[in-house]
């Protein structure tokens, strides 16, 4: 919802001086003060907007004031030059309306800076694109160069303008910028050739010397030091926060943005340079024959380069200097110059040659801005143009005269066009015209511009003179012209009334302006107003070889002699600005009056005389008396009813007819005498502030009650939500705990009940049981009782019946018995009560048929060794299942055993026997295993080699095979034939086949070997036997295994033969002869093949190294 403001709202002290009361002076002066010490530097008379000087960037030039301001109603925010803009540009978009902004102050008030945030907004906020954007970046980027060329530093301020400066931007019919056009009023071009104390010339000269490159000033001939120029002043050559060099720069950038040529900057840096040139020429003189004294330039050099920059012969200027040709009709009169005439002619050709560069320039930006297309525009102008000047000490010349005389008519122009304004408006709103008391300065003006008797048509008759004429002769002119003006005032004039006036000195006039008195000083009127450049000089820079300057003096063009006077300064200014108004009065103006609050330059000091005269001579008071003169206030119904609607019953909160019948009836209701107030059209106009702000006293005071309504409301609402909000919280709590202490005491009823239940139902269960168990001993007593009755009544009978009966029945008795049997016999098998059994039985056969088919099928294979078994199919036959697993291994093992042979059969048996021996015990066993016993290696029958060995064998030959027999002396073996038979074994010599020695089987007393994969084995023989006397055998074999089981089994089987013992160690005694030795064994690294080896260590060990297995 959009926020309705007014001017109005947080006000410090009135944001509008019509409201003022009571209007004084001095009330005036305070609301300023209060404001601006405040950061208010903006207040309204009206439309008009007054802008005090900060002297100090404030935050209140940003894009989002901008965006604030933006299309909002003039008096809906605080005063701002913003709203004065947008209220001109909307105005001009809007209605088509031409726009202009009259921006006037003293020096230093802030006029540009004003004009440029006028700029500013409006190219923010109208149209963008890429055409507009340019557009809009040449107009803002004229004021740089302008700037540059036309401020210059003064006592008043850093940055002042030295001309006056009239800019017209144009806009199409959608509010966006096409082209713009400036004129420019009255340069103060004296500047150039000499400045007051502490001020500067402009500021080009000294941008160009600081900021141009070395090249750039060696091309122009320049030296960057300022002292070497007598056109530039020294004392105040640099000045606080001025950066020439970085300006120079801004400048040459904003040049190029505006469209200058390269050449084009250049020659306008070279009239520049030649104005310097020309500032250090000096002349001195030199005696003619006719008593005369002429003059001559004194040193040439700067001369010669000035020539040199502009293109034009030395000896022209030279003479230029020396002699001045006066034309007249026919006549050509040619008089000489005198040093200071030369100067004089110096100056005057450095004024001529910069105001007009200006002029030029302003001209070629105007060229470039203006606008393409030749349809109508709108137009917004800006005035930027000094303010009323007066210089307290009487020293007014020439151009304050000038300057305040535009501002006179500037000051008409507002009346006229505000009276006229105001006067529309009372029409437009059907609201009686009451005439208005204010000064008119329509006599001030006539005094001055008159045609006939006009100040400035009697400085151009008096110029125009022949014979002596100088200021003074002007003055009595003057004196007795004018004299009977009520606003001009002399010493000499007939006026009696100041001949004894001391403040009014013989030289000076003084003119009653609107804003105060002014004293001139007609010194240099003349020579100002003429403004004279030799025709000499003229034609001397016609001559030159330089486009722009050429083009600078049309009048020395020879072919064109023009022997009529150029027109006055005065005349030219009195044009422009009868142009000028003209033009604003074809356009609706909007006005900002700037006023400086101090002379430091300083931020907040408002030094009170200074802007009280400011506000006398702005006419400030006489702008509001005017804007106050019929009604002080006046407000469009809407917001008016809006904001003063709370005052009236009928009317708030809301109005529902139309909203003129809504104020009416405010106004009736609140009892605002209708003298106060009148309704127009549209507005309703308040004559005095004191009812506006009664109003506003009374709309505070409501809105206090309003607030206070509201936080009455606000609270009561927050309370009774907050209470219902514990309301209902309450409830639901207390519904939550009633129902847990009904739950509570449900369950405790509840158990109690059941408690009680349980008891009585016990007790009740009891007694029935009691009851129960009672009738039913009564019950089995009766039966038993019945029964034993029915019993020895039954047996009574019976033994009755049986008695009479007994034989009479006895047979059929015996018989239906029988016949019973044999019938229940025969039909027993169909008995459900046998079905059970049976097919259990059968069920049983089945399975187990079942299971002995598959185990059948999958009988494992018929090897001892094999280890599988089925998996039983059925837990209970687990037993079964086992059992039969064993019974099959036993049965499969007979089998096995049955295929064997005799021979087969002892060999096992001898296998079985070296296990029994070896087994775990001998590194040798192992591999045995797998090697048949063949017994008789040596196939000692069939072999003829052992035929002889053979037949004296008279015992069958169980082992025959190659042993080694150990030598104790060195360990090595000898190859010798073992036999063995049933009751020897007998050693022989391998090659001849004799018998070395043959040893019953019952002397071997025991065998020694040892727990290695090795051969060795040692035979040891019972002491006291035969063989014993060469001791015992120590013997190496192959078949190691199979001779020592042999000789086991053998011996066993032998006659007398006891137990043989087979000693399994790595360490035995063996008896050789009478020595024992001993024999170690021992693991080696293998060494000559895999075999172990025997060495002998001393006399009694041998050890035997047996290679690793590992
Ligand atoms: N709105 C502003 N905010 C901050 N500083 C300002 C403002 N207006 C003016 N000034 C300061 O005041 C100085 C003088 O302002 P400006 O040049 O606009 O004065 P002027 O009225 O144009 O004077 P002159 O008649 O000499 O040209 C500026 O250089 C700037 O420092
Ligand atoms: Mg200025």
Redesign the pocket.
């Known amino acids: 919802m959009e926020v309705k403001t007014s001017l109005l709202d947080n006000m410090i002290g009135v944001g509008d001086m019509v409201l003022l009361e009571p209007l004084t002076e001095d009330s005036f002066i305070e609301n300023l003060r209060n404001r601006f010490d405040h950061n208010e530097?903006y207040t309204y008379i009206g439309s008009v907007v007054i802008s005090m000087?900060?002297?100090?960037?404030?935050p209140i030039f940003t894009p989002e004031k901008v965006e604030e301001y933006r299309n909002r109603n003039f008096y809906e925010l605080s005063p701002h030059i913003y709203a004065l803009a947008d209220e001109a540009y909307r105005s001009l978009r809007d209605q088509d309306k031409d726009q202009c902004i009259l921006i006037t102050?003293e020096?230093?008030?802030?006029?540009?800076?004003?004009s440029k945030?006028v700029m500013s907004y409006v190219a923010a906020v109208c149209g963008k694109g890429q055409e507009v954007n340019k557009v809009k970046e040449q107009l803002l980027q004229s004021n740089p160069v302008l700037e540059a060329f036309g401020n210059a530093k003064?006592v008043?301020?850093?940055?002042?303008?030295r001309f006056g400066k009239y800019m017209d931007i144009e806009f199409d019919f959608k509010g966006d910028p096409v082209g713009g056009v400036i004129s420019n009023y009255l340069l103060e071009k004296s500047r150039v050739v000499k400045q007051p104390r502490g001020e500067r010339n402009f500021h080009i000269f000294y941008q160009l010397l600081s900021g141009a490159s070395d090249d750039t000033l060696r091309k122009l001939k320049l030296d960057r030091d300022f002292s070497k120029y007598n056109y530039l002043s020294l004392d105040s050559a640099n000045v606080n926060g001025l950066d020439d060099a970085a300006n120079f720069r801004t400048v040459r950038n904003a040049m190029q943005i505006v469209g200058f040529m390269e050449d084009e900057v250049q020659s306008v840096l070279e009239l520049v340079a030649a104005v310097l040139k020309l500032g250090n020429i000096e002349f001195k003189p030199e005696s003619r024959s006719n008593g005369y004294d002429e003059s001559r330039v004194k040193d040439k050099n700067d001369l010669k380069e000035m020539c040199e920059l502009l293109g034009i012969e030395q000896s022209v200027l030279e003479r230029a200097f020396s002699y001045r040709t006066v034309e007249a009709k026919l006549e050509k009169v040619s008089t000489t110059l005198n040093v200071s005439q030369a100067y004089y002619a110096r100056d005057a050709l450095a004024k001529n040659l910069y105001s007009r560069l200006f002029s030029w320039l302003v001209t070629r930006i105007n060229e470039s801005i203006k606008a393409q297309s030749k349809t109508r525009h709108k137009v917004m102008g800006v005035l930027?143009i000094?303010g009323f000047e007066i210089f307290e000490d009487g020293d007014n010349s020439f151009e304050q005269f000038i300057i305040n005389y535009c501002n006179e008519k500037l000051q008409q122009i507002f009346i006229e066009l505000t009276l006229r304004e105001e006067q529309e408006e009372y029409i437009r709103e059907d609201i009686e015209w009451t005439n208005i008391e204010y000064f008119n300065n329509a006599v001030i003006c006539d005094l001055i511009e008159n045609n006939q008797n006009g100040i400035l048509a009697m400085l151009d008759e008096e110029c125009l003179r022949p014979g002596t004429v100088t200021d003074i002769t002007f003055l009595d002119k003057l004196n007795t012209v004018c004299a009977e003006h009520q606003h001009f005032e002399s010493r000499l004039s007939k006026n009696s009334k100041f001949l004894t006036d001391h403040s009014l000195p013989h030289s000076c006039f003084r003119i009653q302006h609107y804003a105060g008195k002014v004293l001139y000083r007609v010194e240099g009127f003349m020579d100002k107003n003429n403004d004279l450049l030799y025709r000499d000089l003229s034609q001397a820079m016609y001559k030159a070889n330089h486009k722009l300057i050429k083009q600078l003096f049309p009048e020395g063009n020879p072919a064109k002699v023009n022997l009529k006077r150029p027109p006055t300064a005065g005349f030219q200014f009195k044009h422009s600005v009868g142009t000028l108004m003209r033009n604003l009065q074809t356009k609706n103006p909007n006005y900002i009056r700037?006023v400086k609050p101090n002379d430091k330059k300083a931020p907040r000091i408002f030094t009170d005389s200074l802007v009280r005269h400011q506000v006398a001579y702005l006419g400030l008071m006489e702008n509001v008396r005017v804007r106050r003169a019929g009604y002080a206030y006046r407000q469009a119904y809407e917001p008016c009813l809006e904001r003063y609607k709370m005052l009236c019953k009928q009317t708030w909160p809301h109005w529902k007819g139309p909203t003129r019948e809504g104020v009416e009836v405010l106004m009736a209701d609140l009892q605002v005498s209708t003298e106060e107030f009148a309704y127009g059209n549209s507005k309703i106009f308040i004559r005095n502030p004191r009812t506006l702000f009664s109003l506003e006293e009374k709309r505070r005071g409501c809105l206090e009650n309003l607030a206070a309504l509201i936080q009455k409301i606000y609270r009561g609402w927050k309370c009774r939500t907050h209470f219902l909000l514990l309301k209902r919280s309450q409830v639901v709590v207390a519904a939550w705990y009633r129902r847990y202490a009904q739950q509570k005491k449900y369950t405790q009823i509840k158990s109690a009940t059941i408690m009680v239940q349980s008891y009585s139902r016990g007790w009740k269960a009891r007694k029935i049981l009691r009851e129960l168990k009672h009738q039913k001993r009564c019950e089995e007593a009766a039966t038993t009782i019945a029964a034993y009755w029915h019993g020895t009544q039954a047996r009574r009978e019976l033994k009755r019946l049986k008695k009479e009966a007994r034989r009479r029945h006895a047979v059929a008795v015996i018989w239906a018995y029988w016949l019973g049997l044999k019938v229940r016999r025969e039909y027993r098998k169909f008995f459900r009560a046998n079905a059970g059994r049976k097919i259990y039985s059968f069920i049983m056969q089945r399975l187990m048929q079942k299971y002995f088919l598959g185990l059948k099928r999958d009988l494992p294979s018929m090897s001892p060794i094999g280890g599988s078994w089925p998996t039983r199919p059925y837990r209970f036959l687990d037993t079964a299942h086992t059992e039969l697993r064993s019974i099959f291994h036993h049965w499969r093992c007979k089998k096995y055993r049955s295929r064997f042979t005799d021979e087969r059969k002892a060999v096992f048996e001898e296998k079985l026997q070296a296990s029994e021996i070896f087994k775990d015990k001998k590194a040798l066993y192992p591999s045995s295993v797998g090697q048949p016993f063949r017994g008789d290696y040596l196939e000692i029958s069939k072999n003829p080699k052992y035929q002889k060995l053979s037949s004296a064998m008279d015992e069958k030959v169980l082992l025959a095979d190659m042993v080694n027999k150990i030598n104790r002396a060195n360990g090595k073996g000898t190859a010798r034939i073992f036999l063995l038979t049933k009751n020897n074994f007998v050693l022989a010599d391998q090659k001849t086949g004799q018998v070395k020695a043959s040893v019953p089987l019952p002397d071997l007393a025991s065998i020694s070997v040892s727990t290695q994969n090795d051969g060795f084995f040692a035979l040891k023989l019972k002491e006291g036997s035969a063989g014993a006397t060469k001791g015992d055998f120590l013997l190496s074999s192959e078949h190691l295994i199979e001779i020592i089981t042999k000789l086991r089994r053998t011996g066993a089987t032998a006659v007398n033969h006891n137990h043989l013992d087979i000693d399994i160690s790595d360490e035995f005694l063996v008896q050789f002869k009478q020595d024992k030795v001993c024999v170690k064994f021992v693991q080696g690294a293998p060494k000559n093949g895999n075999g172990a080896s025997c060495k002998r260590k001393n006399n009694r060990l041998l050890e035997v190294s047996v290679p690793s297995t590992a």
């Open positions: 530097i000087n900060p002297y100090r960037s404030l102050g020096s230093g008030a802030g006029k540009t800076e004003a945030l003064t008043r301020n850093d940055n002042s303008s930027d000094y700037c």
